[in-house]
């Protein structure tokens, strides 16, 4: 509901480029190739917490017993990798097309704001990028990508891991829930709300040993906004 598509499409390119140019128009919309030889698109968006854990199959929720510890890591985004602020260029169809930009969040000193509060997270340094996404011709758009560019930057961790062949049905796009104590992936520690994290799947290959090694990222509300 927050993305647009206002591009020309060249029907000289392959049917892939230009689906791959709409989809890059719609936040982590993604074209993913199944070990069946197919296409799947992936489109998942969903309006809030129980969406997400709708999104999970109830054979694809692994925990400690599942994982082989030699073979996971957590990677978190790098200072370079996260921003304290994002300011998107596009051509403003209310303006004739010409080029215009908005930032979020936006510069402020109160300590409540989304800026001071990330800007506080990231020791004073502003760390600050521009984007001139293609398709995005309003501010409304521009702003929603802005926001979601930061969002996403700040919250999105990616696990490589080992697990055992109960994920041999796993596939990319597929999402999957892990409850590890041994890798941090618990929220809620302790408590009657305790849960993993859910995952959205890029890759997964096949052992000799039919143990499957599957990359993945954080799969969470806010990068939908």
Sequence with gaps: RLYECNITLDTTETLRDNIERILATMGIASLTWTPQGKYKLSLEYPADEAGVVSLVNSNHSFTEDDIIRNEATVVWPTAQERF??????????????????????????????????????????????????????????????AEQQVRKSRG?????????????????????????????????????????????VESVAINDDFSVKVKCYHFHLKIFL
Excluded: C
């Design 156 to 200: 999105i961790f990616t696990v490589d891991l080992t697990l055992s062949r109960k994920a041999l049905t796993v596939e990319p796009g597929d999402i999957i829930h892990i409850k590890s104590d041994n890798l941090g992936l618990i929220q809620n520690k302790g408590t009657v709300n305790e849960t993993g994290y859910n995952f959205k």
């Design 84 to 145: 304290t602020q994002v300011t998107v260029q596009f051509p403003n169809e209310a303006e004739n097309f010409d080029m215009d930009s908005v930032t979020w969040p936006p510069t402020s000193s109160l300590s409540t704001t989304p800026y001071a509060i990330f800007l506080a997270e990231d020791n004073n340094n502003p760390l600050t990028k521009s984007f001139s996404p293609e398709g995005i011709t309003n501010k409304y758009n521009a702003q929603a990508y």
